[in-house]
């Protein structure tokens, strides 16, 4: 197969601008981000750190996320705990229920950007 990977995200935005300002100054997400500790982040991109990305259409009649959203967004993240201390600190409302962890799959929460989105934080086990 040729394809390696994704190349990007587009969504539309009421307020693109503060949403990409929010995701960069709350998440380390967007454009000149560099979570991948190698190289240069340009002006366009994000450089992430390889691992598992999950790709999965859902059913339309899924209650896995907001039924007027036809995407959610899933954050793979290495420490959700303190991730969750500084979203709380800045006063962003955090979902966890334990029935979405598991040793098999790792930890979640879920989160929503100021436009409504949401976005499942996910911690995978440690290998």
Known sequence: MPVLG???LFFRAHDPDALGTWYKEHLGVGAGC???????????????SGGPM???????TTDYFAADKVF??????SD????LEQLNAAGIAITVK????????????RIHDPEGNAI???EPPAA
């Open 120 to 122: 499942e934080l996910w």
């Open 54 to 60: 999950i790709f999965a259409p859902f059913k339309q």
């Open 98 to 109: 334990p029935e979405w962890n598991s040793p098999e799959a790792g930890q979640f929460a």
């Open 6 to 8: 994704m190349g990007g």
């Open 72 to 77: 959610m967004i899933n954050l793979r993240v």
């Open 34 to 48: 560099n979570s991948s500790g190698e190289g240069e982040a340009d002006e366009w991109s994000w450089r992430v």
């Open 80 to 83: 959700l705990d303190g991730l």
